[in-house]
């Protein structure tokens, strides 16, 4: 494997935040393992997920808990739009656009609320319930987690 393929590959790891990656290309194998090592200043790094499910997972007795407590306002307040990917939040498709929704804007399922930027990839992500949208809990340009909070549309 060349080095331009390798740098590539440990770029990709890098920037998306998943904790290992394995390739194999013929007789060739290679093994990245994000280490969550410091990055440069100026260069963005995504929390690595999987080791604080992990820590969460950790003490059994608490988790159920705290995910009923998690979901308990969410069935008060209407439904939560959650963020099915780590990437970065935007509310328009440009920053000369207008915002796909705004609070206030009625909503149908399967219209785009927003986009999420994921290893240079543009995921326009939908809306799964008709309503109107309450509020919304990112700031454009903000890095997102998995499962994150995005939209409440009631």
Do not use: W
Request: net charge negative.
């Amino acid at each position: 494997m060349d080095l331009r393929k390798l740098k590539t590959l440990i770029d990709l790891v890098s920037e998306s935040g998943i904790s290992e990656l394995e390739v194999n290309e013929g007789e060739d194998r290679v093994r990245i393992v994000n280490a969550g090592s410091p990055a440069p200043a100026g260069q963005v790094v995504y929390a690595n997920p999987t080791p604080v499910q992990a820590m969460q997972a950790a003490p059994a007795a608490s988790a159920p808990a705290q995910a009923a407590a998690v979901e308990a306002p969410a069935a008060e307040t209407g439904f939560v739009a959650k963020s099915p990917m780590v990437g970065t939040f935007y509310r328009a498709p440009n920053p000369e656009s207008p915002n796909f929704v705004n609070i206030g804007d009625t909503v149908k399922v399967g219209q785009t609320l927003c986009i999420i930027e994921a290893m240079k990839l543009l995921n326009e992500i939908e809306s799964e319930h008709a309503g109107v949208v309450k509020e919304i809990l990112c700031e454009n340009g903000q890095g997102v987690e998995f499962d994150q909070p995005l939209f409440i549309i009631v």
